[in-house]
């Protein structure tokens, strides 16, 4: 089951924010399955914990920690990260998966659906790749990687009016991970940074779009064969696997069937 070009990250810690379920509770497996020890972290942990026993009674290599993190709260991200120090040491690898979209509309949508989205899609995500570079240079970790979920609505905005604001939080995220990329090679750091795009994947991210409309978010995934979550999964484990002179900038992704 151990990939080559995994090796190397065996009992080192991976964070995955969003990790109860859809691209990061697949991603949390795969990296267990590889020996990983990974604290997995979401507002809601039941489901993460659900996944622990059953990596746990699968015979994994690995470990999954879960923990109870509001991702919108500074002071909560900032209260795991130093949980993580005194309980592991620290952070190998981030995987800045949380994200979520309001169909809040830029014509007419409400400022707190708009602050929702930068909240947790960019700010979030700005402060984890803060805290997990701070925790890798205090223990002259120079290997590690950062790996941010995009999404295709970071590369092209499409002609559906709900989700203008949330491709903007994504377009946000293609400049954060290339100007973090730059920053790390200014610090002279070998730290990767990544980031992966995929088009529509089967989860309930719809379903929290148009969580007025269930037949519609039901419907957005009926007429084309989607990506999995595991598919977003095997991009990650691709990522950490390249050898580590090699950076992987972006993957791009789609369904296969999808147009746009």
């Known amino acids: 089951?151990?990939?080559?070009?995994?090796?190397?990250?065996?009992?080192?810690?991976?964070?995955?924010?969003?990790?109860?379920?859809?691209?990061?509770?697949?991603?949390?497996?795969?990296?267990?399955?590889?020996?990983?020890?990974?604290?997995?972290?979401?507002?809601?942990?039941?489901?993460?914990?659900?996944?622990?026993?059953?990596?746990?009674?699968?015979?994994?290599?690995?470990?999954?920690?879960?923990?109870?993190?509001?991702?919108?709260?500074?002071?909560?991200?900032?209260?795991?990260?130093?949980?993580?120090?005194?309980?592991?040491?620290?952070?190998?690898?981030?995987?800045?998966?949380?994200g979520l979209a309001r169909p809040d509309t830029l014509l007419s949508g409400s400022t707190s659906g708009w602050k929702d989205m930068f909240n947790v899609n960019v700010l979030a995500l700005s402060i984890c790749t803060r805290e997990a570079y701070q925790s890798m240079k205090e223990r002259k970790v120079d290997d590690g990687h950062i790996i941010n979920i995009n999404s295709m609505s970071g590369h092209r905005v499409l002609p559906q009016s709900v989700v203008h604001f949330y491709s903007a939080t994504k377009y946000a995220v293609t400049a954060l991970t290339e100007g973090l990329r730059q920053e790390l090679r200014e610090a002279q750091t070998h730290i990767r940074a990544t980031c992966i795009s995929p088009g529509l994947v089967e989860t309930q991210f719809a379903f929290k779009l148009h969580d007025k409309d269930p037949e519609k978010a039901a419907a957005t995934y009926e007429h084309i064969k989607c990506l999995k979550p595991e598919d977003v999964a095997e991009a990650v484990i691709y990522v950490l696997s390249a050898p580590p002179h090699v950076q992987i900038g972006d993957i791009q992704m789609r369904p296969t069937e999808q147009v746009t």
Request: proline share 2%; net charge neutral.
């Open 1 to 98: 089951m151990a990939r080559a070009g995994m090796e190397r990250w065996r009992d080192r810690l991976a964070l995955v924010t969003g990790a109860s379920g859809g691209i990061g509770a697949a991603v949390v497996r795969a990296l267990v399955q590889q020996g990983l020890k990974v604290v997995g972290c979401a507002r809601t942990v039941g489901s993460i914990e659900e996944l622990a026993a059953e990596c746990k009674s699968a015979g994994y290599p690995g470990t999954l920690i879960p923990f109870r993190c509001d991702l919108s709260n500074e002071e909560d991200i900032l209260s795991m990260f130093s949980a993580i120090r005194c309980q592991h040491s620290g952070v190998d690898i981030c995987i800045n998966n949380a």
